[in-house]
């Protein structure tokens, strides 16, 4: 069997647990996640980020699902209290780090000068990064020309970064739609899709492993959409990906995507 890897042909579906599970109910829902089956397992790479303390109880060995850390430290190591080692997170089994989630953003401030640290740490740590993008509801009423403008600013703290050979994962995730029921249109989400990849081109990392994902109230009913008419490769999934049931609804309905 090939190894497990973000950018294999196939959709790729992240689970971004937050804080929303308690230990117990994380350790629980992984191991749901393996029993997916062969079917589920073959429509889609599934990866799951959950809290930082559950990550060190799951073990992505012999696993199905691939694991990575919600936050990733601007250090190996060091006297940075609270913050979570890249390291430790490839040593816990983790693959990938999500890095510039809006959460971190708006509600904790965090500045394009600390996430390009987390960035930089991300790859020297060997571990892929999910970088984060979208509008708030304030730009994204301003219109298309607007949207791109902030998403070639966000894009381009990825300029000059070393490690693009591991490759590098885009989640476009509109503030507005995520945790509200409102998604942009697939043809809109088209639009964004091709914007970010003349921006990445622009920043020569196209032609590295390069995914793009969308996020944002991604349910049953619109997940194969964002794929076949957005265009995305993938999807950045949060409240659903935390019942059982619902994720898996997703996974099935990518089944005829690959
Ligand atoms: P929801 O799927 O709950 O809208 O969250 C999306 C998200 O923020 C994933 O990172």
Redesign the pocket.
């Known amino acids: 069997m090939k190894p497990l890897s973000l950018f294999q042909k196939k959709p790729l579906c992240?689970a971004?647990w937050?804080q929303y599970l308690t230990l117990s109910e994380s350790v629980r829902l992984y191991a749901r996640f393996q029993t997916l089956g062969t079917r589920y397992f073959s429509s889609c790479t599934i990866a799951v980020?959950p809290s930082a303390i559950s990550l060190a109880m799951l073990s992505s060995k012999s696993s199905s699902v691939l694991l990575g850390a919600q936050q990733g430290g601007i250090a190996q190591a060091g006297a940075y209290t609270v913050e979570i080692s890249p390291r430790d997170t490839r040593t816990s089994g983790g693959s990938f780090v999500?890095v510039g989630?809006?959460?971190r953003r708006q509600i904790f401030g965090e500045t394009d000068v600390l996430l390009r640290q987390r960035l930089e740490a991300t790859y020297e740590a060997g571990l892929v990064p999910v970088y984060?993008v979208g509008e708030s509801r304030d730009i994204y009423t301003k219109g298309f020309r607007a949207v791109k403008k902030h998403l070639t600013t966000q894009l381009s703290l990825l300029k000059g970064l070393n490690g693009f050979q591991k490759g590098i994962v885009i989640?476009y995730?509109p503030v507005w739609?995520?945790?509200?029921?409102t998604t942009p249109t697939f043809a809109e989400a088209l639009a964004i899709y091709r914007s970010i990849r003349e921006i990445l081109d622009g920043l020569g990392i196209l032609d590295t492993k390069t995914r793009i994902l969308y996020?944002?109230?991604?349910q049953k009913d619109n997940a194969a959409g964002f794929l076949h008419e957005g265009g995305f490769s993938g999807l950045?999934?949060?409240?659903?990906?935390t019942r059982f049931a619902d994720f898996r609804d997703i996974i099935h309905s990518l089944e005829h995507i690959v």
């Open positions: 992240i971004n937050k980020a999500i989630h809006s959460e984060c989640a995730e739609s995520i945790g509200s029921g996020g944002g109230s991604v950045l999934i949060g409240g659903a990906s």
